[in-house]
């Protein structure tokens, strides 16, 4: 099976990501794709407010990543541009509706059971943090500048842990998506991917390392700034946990 990896930040260009599909395949046969599918808004965020007792500093990144950097900004992005740029699920509807193909879901992979299977350790990082910024950076006196600034440093600090769950879960998460596309293989010809750019090197790898699989793309072009940063945190990880 022939596979192009179309990646990218969760919300850029679709025209120009639909341009570079069209150019490898006329007709693909399957779309394999990362957060494509959509959970009811309601099980998502009783799901997220499920590890806040646990990692408050976490959950509230969480729901800010996905409400706000990555649904509210796609919307707001497909309005300003007419629908050529927004998040890259369009990508997926887009191409199954007019090669009137399949697609699947290949994260499967739930980050909470991260959470909830050393809760003890995310627990004390979470609210250790919160107390030690607390006690740092507490709106005193209570303004509208100050109140601002001590949300906004829990914030960062809860990307910042939220990137470190990330590095924690990738290896899993990474062949996860792997095995869902190797397994489903034998049934198509000609196949896209589409995902987060940072989990394109991986992903590319793990494929090309399939006799059966031929990888147009195992390595991604020009990589967002902030996809480095990531990566290079995944790969830090990984050899502290070797």
């Given at each position: 099976?022939?596979?192009?990896?179309s990646?990218?930040?969760?919300?850029?260009?679709?025209?120009?990501?639909?341009?570079?599909?069209?150019e490898?395949f006329?007709?693909?046969?399957?779309?394999?794709?990362?957060?494509?599918?959509?959970?009811?808004?309601?099980?998502?965020?009783?799901?997220?407010?499920?590890?806040?007792p646990?990692?408050?500093?976490?959950?509230?990144a969480?729901?800010?990543?996905?409400?706000?950097?990555v649904?509210?900004?796609?919307?707001?992005?497909?309005?300003?541009?007419?629908?050529?740029?927004?998040?890259?699920?369009?990508?997926?509807?887009?191409?199954?509706?007019?090669?009137?193909?399949?697609?699947?879901?290949?994260?499967n992979?739930?980050?909470?059971?991260?959470?909830?299977?050393?809760?003890?350790?995310?627990?004390?990082?979470?609210?250790?943090?919160?107390?030690?910024?607390?006690?740092?950076?507490?709106?005193?006196?209570?303004?509208?500048?100050?109140?601002?600034?001590?949300?906004?440093v829990?914030?960062?600090?809860?990307?910042?842990?939220?990137?470190?769950?990330?590095?924690?879960?990738?290896?899993?998460?990474?062949?996860t998506?792997?095995?869902?596309?190797?397994?489903?293989?034998?049934?198509?010809?000609?196949?896209?991917?589409?995902?987060?750019?940072?989990?394109?090197?991986g992903i590319?790898?793990?494929?090309?390392?399939?006799?059966?699989?031929?990888?147009?793309?195992?390595?991604?072009?020009?990589?967002?700034?902030?996809?480095?940063?990531?990566?290079?945190?995944?790969?830090?990880?990984?050899r502290?946990?070797?």
């Amino acid at each position: 099976m022939d596979v192009w990896i179309s990646s990218g930040t969760h919300v850029d260009s679709i025209v120009e990501r639909e341009e570079r599909i069209n150019e490898q395949f006329e007709s693909p046969d399957v779309i394999f794709a990362e957060g494509a599918e959509k959970i009811p808004d309601r099980e998502q965020l009783v799901s997220i407010l499920g590890i806040a007792p646990v990692a408050p500093l976490i959950a509230a990144a969480v729901i800010f990543h996905i409400y706000i950097s990555v649904e509210a900004r796609g919307i707001i992005k497909s309005k300003i541009t007419g629908g050529e740029s927004g998040r890259d699920v369009k990508i997926v509807q887009n191409l199954t509706s007019r090669h009137d193909i399949e697609w699947h879901e290949i994260d499967n992979e739930r980050l909470g059971q991260y959470i909830r299977t050393d809760a003890i350790s995310w627990g004390i990082i979470n609210w250790g943090s919160l107390l030690g910024i607390t006690i740092l950076v507490w709106p005193s006196p209570l303004s509208l500048w100050n109140t601002i600034k001590y949300g906004t440093v829990l914030l960062l600090a809860g990307y910042i842990l939220f990137i470190g769950l990330l590095a924690v879960a990738n290896h899993a998460r990474e062949e996860t998506m792997t095995n869902v596309i190797t397994n489903k293989s034998k049934k198509y010809d000609q196949a896209i991917v589409v995902l987060g750019e940072a989990h394109h090197p991986g992903i590319g790898r793990r494929l090309s390392d399939e006799s059966k699989l031929n990888v147009l793309n195992p390595e991604p072009e020009g990589l967002d700034w902030g996809t480095r940063v990531i990566l290079r945190i995944f790969e830090r990880y990984d050899r502290i946990k070797e």
